[in-house]
Nanobody, 117 residues
Framework: QVQLVESGGGLVHPGGSLTLSCVASGDIATLNEMRWYRQRPGRERLFIAALTIKDRPTYVSQVRGRFTISSNRARDTSYLQMNNLVPEDTAVYYC???????????WGQGTQVTVSS
């Protein structure tokens, strides 16, 4: 099995920065695309960023230019660098690793990000 552990959430002032990490362990050999989602209170979980096996990034317009998704060389860790944070970024952030070969998605436990003055 695969386990994902997230870290890096916390409280930050508007305009500040925060970096989230997601470490995968277990049977990770066939994992490929990495994704990040977020869920604001009372709303559905929404996709915000992805990184393909060829390191091609994709972002939704709300975070493009402010957030950067990346991984380490071993591709067992996903990072989400968040800059110029605004209160609307407040949410629980979830990482996701896709195993296309097995048609399975794995999820982190979620980490709270709060942007407030």
């Amino acid at each position: 099995q695969v386990q994902l552990v997230e870290s890096g959430g916390g409280l930050v002032h508007p305009g500040g920065s925060l970096t989230l990490s997601c470490v995968a362990s277990g049977d990770i050999a066939t994992l490929n695309e990495m994704r990040w989602y977020r869920q604001r209170p009372g709303r559905e979980r929404l996709f915000i960023a992805a990184l393909t096996i060829k390191d091609r990034p994709t972002y939704v317009s709300q975070v493009r230019g402010r957030f950067t998704i990346s991984s380490n060389r071993a591709r067992d860790t996903s990072y989400l660098q968040m800059n110029n944070l605004v209160p609307e970024d407040t949410a629980v952030y979830y990482c996701n690793f896709r195993d296309a070969l097995r048609a399975v998605d794995y999820w982190g436990q979620g980490t709270q990000v709060t942007v407030s003055s």
